[in-house]
């Protein structure tokens, strides 16, 4: 019988714990940008309940596009990314903040980078809910951290595993003999 997600799941940051977060990162993050106006680039599909919580909290004018970059197929392993944007007219000139769920070995949000720099904004700077220490294969590291986790899968706030658990309102590990457990998906999940 399949355990429920209450049985395999081990609390690593509560609601609580995210809200300050997110609210300690927010006031960050409009300290140091001032009034400009922000276009916000959030990678989908984990930035969806972080970003969604960050945007309310800033009081900056600002406008939310969408990136999809999937770098997770079929389970846990990195496998080919694929970085789809058309936002030529919305990034040249402007003062951008990428967004994502989490900073791992940093490949994503590198790439993603990189594409967005094709289009010239004025300026760009990268925020992140989770920074997992030691995995970084990048020199680059995001300019907005609001938690740096250990080294384990986590889910939940928005990021998955095989498309299940975005839902959970707080993030947690999932054990790696629990990976295992879940029903397999080889259609590959979007991270
Ligand atoms: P990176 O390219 O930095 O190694 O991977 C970044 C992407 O991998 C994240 O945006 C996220 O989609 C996925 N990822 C990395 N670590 C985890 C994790 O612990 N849990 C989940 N659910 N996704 C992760
Ligand atoms: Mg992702």
């Not at 395999?8 to 940008?33: C, F, N, P, Y």
């Not at 106006?37 to 945007?55: E, K, N, Q, Y």
């Not at 949000?109 to 010239?120: D, G, I, M, R, S």
């Not at 995001?142 to 959970?168: K, T």
Request: glycine share 6%; with cysteine; proline share 4%.
């Amino acid at each position: 019988m399949q355990k429920r997600d209450s049985q395999i799941v081990k609390t690593l940051l509560s609601e609580h714990d995210l809200r300050e977060g997110v609210d300690r990162l927010s006031r960050q993050i409009a300290e140091q940008w001032g009034s400009r106006p922000m276009t916000i680039i959030g990678v989908l599909t984990g930035c969806v309940v972080f970003l969604a919580d960050l945007i309310r909290r800033l009081d900056v004018p600002l406008r939310v596009h969408l990136v999809q970059a999937s770098s997770y197929r079929a389970g846990t392993t990195r496998g080919d990314l694929t970085v789809a944007v058309d936002l030529r007219a919305e990034i040249q000139g402007q003062d951008v903040l990428l967004v994502d769920d989490i900073f791992d070995t940093g490949h994503t949000l590198v790439e993603v980078l990189a594409e967005l720099k094709k289009y010239q904004p004025a300026s760009i700077r990268t925020a992140v809910l989770l920074f997992k220490e030691g995995r970084q294969e990048v020199e680059f590291e995001p300019e907005f951290i609001a938690f740096r986790i250990p080294n384990q899968f986590v889910v939940g706030y928005g990021l998955d595993y095989r498309d299940d658990f975005r839902h959970l309102p707080y993030l947690a590990i999932l054990e790696p003999e629990d990976l295992r457990d879940r029903p397999a998906d080889e259609s590959g999940a979007d991270g």
